[in-house]
C-alpha cells in the first residue's frame, strides 16, 4: 500500500498482491482485486465512479477506505516542437517534473525518481538543487498514468525513459517496484524493452538490476573517458571509477539485440576531443553498445557550453570509424526547459520562475595536456 494520500491510503503503485490483501480485509472475493488493479493501471481510472464493473455499494465502501490518486499537476508548458514539460507536486512544497516527447511513429514519456538529486553533475541543472526525498512506486508510475491519458494518438508505440530528475538507482526498490507495474502485462503491459532506466553509474544498483528477473534497458551516463575528467562531471566516479563501471557493464546480461546505451554529453572543451572520441571507442570495446551523443543544454544555470556543430560531427565521425553505432541527439524542447539535463522544478504555482541562487559551477580543472 501507497503513503497516505490526504486521509486515506492510495491504492495508486500498489501491485496485485497488496490489492488482493486490502480486498480480502474487506470481505471481497480475489476477482474484485483484479477489476480494481484492471481499472487503474490499464483503463487509467480516476475515481471510483469509473469503476463501473463494480457494484455501487462496493464502490461506495471503497471509496471510504481508499484513494485513487496521481501526483497534483501544477502546470504544463508546452514547446514549439510539441514536446511538454509537466511539473507536479507530490507533496507540499515538494515539486518534480515530467517530460512528453511525441514523435511520428511514438511517444515517449520521461519521468523524475526524487525530488531533486544527490549526484550533482556538473553540466545538470537538476544537480544545482538539494536532495529532498525519493518518490514512492505510486509517484513514480503516477506520472506514465498522468501523461499516458494526456497522448492524442494512443495507439502509437510508447516508450518510457527513466532519466528526470534524480538517480534511478538510489532510489532502487521503488523504482524496480513501478517498472514491474509499467511492464505487467495485467497492468500498464509496457514492454520491458521500451523502458530506460539511465544511471550516473552506481555500480551495485547496476549489479543488482542485472540479477532482476525484469530487465529493463540500460543506459549510462559516461560523459568522460578520463577519471581526472569524470571525478569533476559526476562526482559519484569517485566512488566508482570508469574501470569499475565498465565492468559492470561488461557483466550485465543482454538477450539477443539488446544493447547497453552509453549517454555522452559533449561539453566544448572539456571532453569533445579527437584524442577523447578514439579513447572512448577503446573503452568501449567489445561490450554491446550504441552511443548518444548530446550537445550539452546551455542554461543559465551552468558555467559550460556545447561544442560547435563541427567538433559535434567531427566527434561522431571518429566513432563511426571504429564501427560504432552513435547517434546525434538533438534537443527537444529546450525552448520550455525541458531538455536532457534542464529538469530543476523552478515554477511556483503561477508559473513564476524560483528565484533560488544557483549553485556556482566549479572552474573546469582538468590538464587538458595530460589527455
Known sequence: MQPETGSLPNLVGSDLN?????IAAMGEAPYRARQIYAGIYRRCNRSWADFTDLGKDLRGRLSER???SLPRLDCTFASGDGTRR?????????KIESVFIPEEKRDTIC???QVGCAVGCLFCVTGRLPMRRDLSAGEI???VLALRADRSVPSKRLNIVIMGMGEPLHNYDNVMKAIRLMADPEGLSISPRRITLSTSGVVPGIEALAAEPLIPNLAISLNATTDEVRDQLIPVNRKWNIAALLEACRRFPLEKRRRITFEYVLIDDVNDSPEDAHRLAALLKGLKKKINLIPLNADPWLRLKAPSESRILAFQEILIGHSITAYIRRPRGADVS???GMLAGRE??????VHLPPRPAKPFTADRSRL
Do not use: K, N
Open 111 to 113: 519521468i523524475s525518481t
Open 66 to 68: 481508499f484513494s485513487i
Open 18 to 22: 497488496e490489492i488482493e490483501s486490502a
Open 141 to 143: 508510475v503516477g506520472q
Open 348 to 353: 511556483h504555482a503561477r508559473g513564476d520562475l
Open 338 to 340: 525541458a531538455a536532457c
Open 86 to 94: 509537466y511539473l507536479f507536486e507530490v507533496s507540499p512544497g515538494m
